[in-house]
């Protein structure tokens, strides 16, 4: 019997797939489902909606400001949309996000802001912290 008949007779092996398999699928709808939110939430940034429509605005910061967000955001949803093909790509986007998520944290709570404003940031840069971590880890794309 040859190694691969053994390793192809391994009783953990279709288990350990389809736990890959739904791995994947996971990672695959969190990454579209936040790229699709940061790619709407840019653009409406990037295009102005209104100098107190976009959260940014709403917390003081300048126009410029906001678009500059509203970039980084965009630029970071477009770059988990491409996850499936660019893991790399996907990845770095994911990091950025964390960043950029992490300091809205840390913004809103040296606000004192409480609820949403602060714990959806919180949420999403864990969210991100994990999705930049898995990519390269499973190797989606």
Not at 101 to 124: I, K, N, S
């Amino acid at each position: 019997m040859t190694v691969r008949a053994v390793l192809h007779r391994c009783p953990g092996r279709h288990r350990r797939e389809r736990e890959t398999g739904q791995v994947h699928i996971a990672l695959t709808a969190v990454t579209v489902l936040y790229g699709g939110v940061f790619v709407v939430s840019g653009t409406g940034q990037l295009a102005g909606r209104g100098p107190l429509r976009t959260p940014a605005a709403a917390c003081g910061f300048s126009p410029a400001a906001c678009q500059g967000i509203g970039a980084l955001e965009l630029l970071g949803g477009a770059g988990l949309l491409t996850a499936g093909y660019l893991t790399v790509a996907g990845a770095v986007a994911a990091a950025g996000l964390f960043l950029l998520t992490a300091a809205a944290f840390l913004y809103h709570d040296g606000q004192e802001d409480r609820g949403l404003r602060l714990w959806a940031p919180a949420v999403t840069a864990a969210v991100m912290l994990c999705v930049a971590v898995a990519l390269p880890l499973t190797g989606v794309g």
